[in-house]
């Protein structure tokens, strides 16, 4: 399957970037191997990542889940981790959030946050892997601004894991 190269800014420009909850848990928590490389590429080009207090509030209840068993302490240090590296965005306003409802509308309304958030802060990816999310990909006007794909098919369309750099160790990036 070819797949056609992503409109990203020059390597000087750091990308704006939101990550949905299920891939911060990827990188932070699960340490997925398979994306440790674009972690590091995301660092290699200064990515801003982008956040807001609602977004923080979702991370923080997924991060307790009894499933996950993460200690509290764990649980504390990924969220401080991901908050000091992140750009977090004022609560929207009401003219935002006016203007958000012209946005498409996820099917899944807990989803649309991020999908607000990568329109206000003009987020050049989206990274996720929730179907509902990935099929809001297409729609106007937010397939103008926002690439929304999953983390692994980020990596195919930058070449391969061979084209990342590779982490120096995994405590360096989390």
């Known amino acids: ?40 590429w995301l660092e290699s080009r200064q990515a801003v990542l982008l956040t807001r207090q609602s977004c923080l509030d979702e991370l923080q209840r997924v991060l307790a889940y009894v499933q996950f068993r993460i200690e509290p302490d764990q649980q504390a240090r990924i969220l401080t981790d991901y908050r000091a590296r992140s750009e977090c965005l004022a ?16 099917r899944d309304r807990d989803d649309q946050k991020f999908i607000q958030l990568a ?28 690439n929304i794909l999953t983390p692994e098919r980020l990596i195919k369309q930058l070449g391969g894991e061979g084209a990342l750099p590779a982490p120096t160790s995994v405590d360096a990036l989390i």
């Open 1 to 40: 399957m070819h797949l056609n190269p992503l409109p990203l800014p020059a390597a000087s420009v750091p990308l704006r970037v939101v990550l949905d909850t299920n891939v911060i848990m990827a990188f932070w928590h699960f340490c997925d191997p398979k994306l440790l490389s674009l972690l590091a």
């Open 91 to 106: 609560d929207a306003s009401e003219a935002q959030m006016e203007a958000a409802l012209a946005l498409p509308q996820c």
């Open 119 to 146: 329109w206000e802060g003009q987020a050049h990816l989206l990274l996720t892997r929730d179907k509902l999310l990935l099929g809001m990909a297409r729609r106007a006007p937010l397939r103008d601004q926002t």
